[in-house]
């Protein structure tokens, strides 16, 4: 059963970079995410985690950061962890 860890906030097309709030569990590098949207859904590796432009290894619930993903993604698009 997939959880849900948290939601896109902002998008950077040109550098395909997705913001995210962390809501209800970290986020590490690592971790296997499926992002679902309206239009959209894909899986994907967190490869490197940023915040204020600096890499990070987790992102705490409340905390916001970015990630590169592989595909588009829009405001609102859910996160939501793997599990296997």
């Known amino acids: 059963m997939d959880v849900q860890v948290g ?3 902002h998008f950077y ?3 395909g970079v997705a913001i995210v709030e ?3 569990q970290p ?3 690592g971790d296997t995410v499926k992002v ?3 239009d959209n859904e894909f899986t994907q590796k967190v490869e490197s985690l940023q915040v ?3 890499q ?3 992102l705490a619930v ?3 950061g970015g990630f590169k993903v592989d595909q588009a993604v829009k405001v609102g698009d859910i996160l939501y962890l793997t599990t296997k």
Do not use: P
Request: charged share 40%; no cysteine; aromatic share 0%.
């Open 7 to 9: 939601k896109v906030t």
């Open 13 to 15: 097309d040109k550098i």
């Open 22 to 24: 962390v809501m209800n």
């Open 27 to 29: 986020l590490k590098v």
């Open 36 to 38: 679902s949207g309206h």
């Open 52 to 54: 204020e432009h600096k």
């Open 56 to 58: 990070v290894k987790e």
């Open 62 to 64: 409340g905390e916001s």
